[in-house]
């Protein structure tokens, strides 16, 4: 009889059923399938985290050409250093003064700190520039002090305006700039007022003859003080430093009153030198780096799932006198993390590694400072968001469903074997 087709598909069945009264059912049976189940649930959630949970993978090479720009946030605390006596500034790598690049969204902040490091009154805008970190540096403001000041007349024939200020970042409508600024140009600010100076060259003149400064404190009104700096700026990717050092102005030039250079209100030329003299004893820049990051923030499960940290957070660093420089050097690496919608998020990371210079007076080594050194690599690390998809987590499942199930099989094969031979010896011993 001629074979249908139905019967010759059946004649390939390597999965025909076993016929229940031919299985032998037994309680360590029971038990291994129990087991073979709770494991069988384990590993197919094993394979789905594995397989369909993003990952990254990543990637080095060179950069072909190096970022447009470098944003820095900063958030550091000097617990001895009043604000009035503290001033920030960047250089590029040949000593040359940079950009900070401010506007509405780069701006820095300077907020006073009393002896138990609790805010006082409000923050105001960080005078940025003027920082003197060379002791040769004294000598060009030696003679800045005894040039004529071609605007002084133009100075002394604005009103000062009395009404000291609640906000120190008051501004406004549109100051004056004292004979500084170019047409119709506006200096709200005290900061405003003295870079319009700079523009040019000028002298900065007795500030206390300069309305929108009516509100600055002096160096004798923060005794005892610290100072909080905490802003964002944009750097050049060439490389550089930004770095907290003596003002350039400490109790604002162009007065002729003869006071205590830490104490009194104003400095006249004879005390610049003794100034700097005392500034040694009295800069003492232990610091408190709270925040230091270089580029967007990255989400905070994308750090986590990366290990990224920024290692200076956090770090605190103290100097026993007043003669200490601390030089931090960052190497900066561009790093770009891509998800898997397509947006990306460009941003960077660095390593740190600092020196502890003793600088003393008449040593030619610098002035008291905190500099941190940074240098943009030409390494590009990205990380790519991806998942290892559906067909790899199907193939994980079967071999690792099918393995649970055969090796559990086989245990309780072998566990049935053996039984059965003990009942054939205990069997036999009975009847002989």
């Not at 009043?82 to 701006?107: E, M, V, W, Y």
């Not at 600010?189 to 700079?198: E, L």
């Amino acid at each position: 009889m001629k074979q249908s087709y139905t019967d010759y598909f059946r004649s390939i069945d390597t999965h025909s059923p076993i016929s229940s009264e031919f299985r032998v059912r037994t309680l360590s049976g029971a038990l291994i399938s129990i087991f073979t189940l709770v494991l069988t649930i384990y590993l197919i959630g094993s394979e789905y985290t594995y397989n369909l949970t993003p990952t990254f993978l990543d990637h080095v090479h060179v950069m072909p050409q190096s970022p447009d720009g470098l944003e820095v946030e900063f958030d550091i605390t000097f617990q001895h250093i009043p604000c009035a006596l503290l001033a920030t500034d960047a250089n590029d790598p040949t000593g040359q003064s940079q950009s900070f690049h401010i506007d509405k969204n780069h701006r820095v902040w300077k907020h006073r700190l009393d002896k138990n490091g609790n805010t006082i009154g409000h923050k105001s805008r960080f005078e940025l520039g003027g920082t003197l970190i060379h002791e040769d540096q004294l000598d060009s403001l030696k003679a800045a002090k005894e040039s004529k000041d071609d605007n002084t007349d133009t100075n002394q024939q604005q009103q000062q305006q009395g009404e000291e200020l609640d906000e120190a970042d008051d501004e406004e409508d549109c100051g004056s700039c004292y004979g500084a600024g170019e047409e119709d140009e506006c200096c709200n600010t005290c900061d405003d007022v003295k870079r319009a100076y700079r523009r040019k060259s000028w002298h900065v003149p007795d500030i206390s003859k300069i309305s929108q400064c009516a509100h600055m404190l002096r160096a004798s009104n923060e005794e005892g003080e610290g100072c909080n700096v905490h802003g964002k700026i944009a750097l050049s990717t060439g490389g550089g430093n930004l770095h907290f050092a003596p003002d350039r102005q400490w109790e604002k030039e162009g007065a002729d009153k003869v006071q205590n250079p830490l104490g009194g209100l104003f400095l006249d030329l004879n005390s610049i030198i003794e100034m700097f003299n005392d500034a040694y004893e009295q800069f003492n820049v232990s610091h408190t780096v709270n925040k230091l990051t270089f580029g967007r923030s990255m989400p905070d499960e994308v750090r986590n799932s990366l290990n990224l940290t920024s290692q200076l957070d956090g770090v605190s660093r103290t100097v026993a006198d007043g003669y200490g420089m601390f030089q931090y050097y960052l190497q900066v690496i561009p790093t770009k993390y891509q998800f898997l919608n397509g947006t990306s998020i460009e941003t960077f990371q660095y390593s740190v590694t600092e020196h502890t210079r003793h600088v003393d007076p008449g040593s030619n080594r610098g002035l008291p400072g905190v500099f941190f050194f940074y240098e943009v690599s030409a390494l590009h690390v990205e990380f790519e968001e991806y998942v290892r998809g559906y067909s790899h987590f199907f193939t994980g499942v079967c071999a690792a469903v099918g393995g649970a199930f055969t090796v559990m099989g086989m245990l309780d094969r072998k566990m049935f074997d053996l039984k059965s031979a003990n009942s054939r010896t205990v069997g036999g011993g009975v009847l002989g």
